[in-house]
């Protein structure tokens, strides 16, 4: 090994004996210093005279460079860097990391401690998990990280909320730059959440596919919104962010549940983005209304006609759920009649009608456990007839369907309505073969749900049908097969309308891509581009295209739409992947795909599975609503976009 100064590895000479910040000579006679060293890099040199040249000798490899005063130090300073046989180990920081390959195997290595790269941990450990900012100054935790690693210096509250705020802005910017490179739509679900202190915060979602063809879905602002709620109010949240991150001409839909406040909020929004030509179909779809909200006024609307039906069943669980000492009388009476004791009696809450219908099917389990401790418990007075035990029967039996579609509603990580028609669909059917039931009261509750049911699906099925058109299974096919048992006389008219807007959109993602203007894999895509076929002298058969164009009518052009329908469909399959499905097959159809991926991206629900069932609203934890409406929205979006990078569907 040389270096650029001429160095060499030869020892020297056995006369010299080098001493460090002096000189001597090749035969051992120390002379007077020159000057003193004062560069740190004489640490790791010992200087000598040979031969009248200056030279310094590694204390490590014994290599020997020229130490001329005009050479000054720099080639000393770079062998030291590069030295292999110098160990520069800091001993108060160095030590042996731990890991663990599974099968019994562990690997020890060098670990360094990084004091920064602690703090960030620290920080994301707190965003991910919803641990309050004050857990730094626990007593305990302090004790737990000192034992872990003596060299963290635990920081302060104010710290740590800094180095949140830091993650925060580094991953906004990120997903800012990430969703205007996007090139599709964008769905958005807004909902409003309550503090325990009463303010209200308006969360934003916003919900795409990518170019891999996988549904994601982000919040992007959590936004503190001062009273009174209006829809004036509400409007200019929503337009601030839409502009804010480029989104008024990349939103397709907004998804709101059902009150007037966003009814209003959202005809605002309309008339502000139709200025710019950029919602699809004129605005026709932009309105989606909350699916799993929809449902909830529908079953609730059926519940209040069977209150009283109902109401010894809720008593007689309200008694034997009380105390211990009763639900331990229960359990031994169950289990004197055989009956396994797998689930506990629940009482319903006024806000949650799935409660309700867990208690009645937990309860009709055991209906046989009632009478016999009426027996014993001269306190318990109220035992359900055998007539309302039916009546529980047939109740759960229907809401049994309400329960499970609200479930599939409120799903986020699969395409939404080429599912949910056909279940929306299910759910019409079933309320008009309740409306011809023998009982009065099942007939009196599908009435009032069938109420609420025209008065909201009218507008929202649109979305779900035009889907369920593009699902290669189900085609138009599903529409005439639907339609005819909700619609009855007027299916038709009713199928013809969903049609048309399907061909509407076609027309406006070709108006608006380049895809309109060429010829598709099947013919001309567009009957202007018949237009632009002139005569070339050069080419002979030049007349005979614009003879064959002469005598093809417009009428005989054939649209991407129109081979896509009339390609058979494919036989159901329960594992079939719709996205997987275009993501393939999409390049025959260039335009349809760009629609597909924006359709299949809207949600139907603002709510997540936990929320579905709820009338009560989202609450922020107590140890967040304390907290300043900037820091709390860093941790609630960081939150989603940090556990989209843990489970592996992190934006690039």
Excluded at 96 to 112: C, D, M, N, S, W
Excluded at 193 to 206: D, E, F, L, P, R
Excluded at 366 to 377: A, H, I
Excluded at 579 to 596: A, C, D, E, H, R
């Amino acid at each position: 090994m040389t270096s650029e100064e001429g160095e060499n590895f030869s020892m020297p000479s056995a006369g010299s004996t080098p001493i460090t910040g002096s000189t001597s000579t090749t035969d051992g006679t120390l002379v007077s210093k020159r000057r003193k060293l004062t560069s740190v890099v004489w640490n790791d040199f010992d200087k000598i005279i040979e031969d009248g040249q200056d030279y310094a000798i590694c204390k490590h490899c014994k290599g020997k460079l020229k130490a001329d005063s005009k050479n000054g130090t720099k080639h000393l300073h770079v062998h030291i860097d590069r030295c292999m046989k110098r160990r520069n180990v800091d001993i108060r920081q160095q030590l042996l990391a731990v890991e663990r390959k599974g099968h019994g195997k562990v690997q020890i290595g060098g670990f360094t401690f990084d004091q920064e790269m602690s703090r960030e941990k620290l920080a994301r450990a707190i965003i991910l998990h919803e641990y309050p900012l004050s857990i730094v100054d626990h007593v305990g935790f302090r004790d737990f990280a000192t034992s872990l690693q003596p060299l963290f210096k635990m920081v302060s509250r104010n710290t740590i909320k800094g180095d949140i705020m830091k993650i925060y802005e580094v991953e906004k910017d990120k997903m800012i730059s990430y969703l205007e490179k996007l090139q599709s739509r964008v769905a958005i679900t807004t909902d409003m959440w309550t503090s325990n202190q009463k303010k209200g915060y308006m969360a934003i979602t916003v919900h795409y596919i990518d170019e891999s063809w996988l549904l994601h879905h982000h919040i992007v602002r959590f936004v503190y919104v001062p009273p009174p709620h209006t829809k004036e109010v509400l409007s200019d949240v929503l337009m601030d962010f839409l502009l804010d991150w480029n989104m008024d001409r990349k939103v397709s839909t907004v998804t709101v549940d059902n009150c007037s406040s966003n009814d209003g909020m959202i005809n605002i929004l309309v008339e502000k983005l139709c200025l710019s030509d950029s919602l699809l179909l004129n605005g026709k779809i932009f309105h989606m209304r909350c699916a799993a909200h929809v449902l909830n006024l529908i079953v609730k609307e059926g519940l209040d006609v069977i209150e009283v039906e109902i109401e010894k069943i809720r008593e007689s669980v309200a008694y034997w759920s009380a105390t211990p000492s009763r639900m331990e009388k229960f359990e031994d009476a169950a289990r004197q009649l055989r009956i396994p004791c797998n689930k506990k009696l629940s009482l319903d809450c006024k806000t949650r009608w799935n409660s309700t219908y867990l208690m009645l099917s937990i309860a009709i389990t055991y209906k046989d456990v009632f009478p016999r401790l009426k027996q014993r418990e001269k306190y318990y007075m109220v035992v359900p007839t055998e007539e309302e035990w039916n009546m529980a029967k047939e109740i759960c039996g229907r809401l049994k369907l309400f329960y499970n579609i609200t479930e599939l509603f409120s799903g986020r990580n699969y395409p939404t309505a080429n599912t949910f028609f056909i279940k929306v669909c299910e759910i019409k059917e079933a309320l008009y073969d309740w409306l011809i039931c023998s009982n009065d009261v099942v007939k009196t509750m599908a009435s009032s749900m069938l109420q609420k049911f025209d008065k909201y699906w009218s507008g929202c099925h649109i979305v779900m049908a035009i889907a369920a058109i593009f699902d290669p299974r189900y085609k138009i096919k599903i529409l005439e097969f639907y339609f005819p048992l909700m619609y009855g006389s007027e299916a038709s008219n009713e199928i013809e309308k969903i049609r048309g807007m399907c061909y509407e959109l076609l027309s406006e993602y070709q108006s608006k891509s380049n895809l309109g203007q060429k010829t598709s894999s099947y013919g001309t895509s567009s009957g202007s581009t018949l237009l632009e076929l002139n005569y070339d002298e050069q080419d002979p058969l030049s007349k005979f295209d614009l003879f064959v164009h002469s005598t093809i009518g417009e009428s005989h052009t054939k649209s991407e739409l129109d081979y896509y329908l009339e390609e058979s469909i494919l036989p159901r399959n329960s594992n079939f992947d719709v996205l997987s499905w275009w993501k393939t097959n999409g390049i025959k159809y260039p335009t349809l795909q760009m629609i597909v991926r924006d359709i299949y991206a809207i949600p139907v629900s603002t709510v997540a599975s936990e929320s579905a069932f709820s009338t009560g609203g989202r609450v922020v934890s107590k140890h967040r609503s304390r907290l300043h409406p900037d820091t709390l929205e860093a941790l609630m979006c960081a939150q989603s976009w940090l556990w989209k990078e843990k489970e592996g569907n992190r934006f690039t």
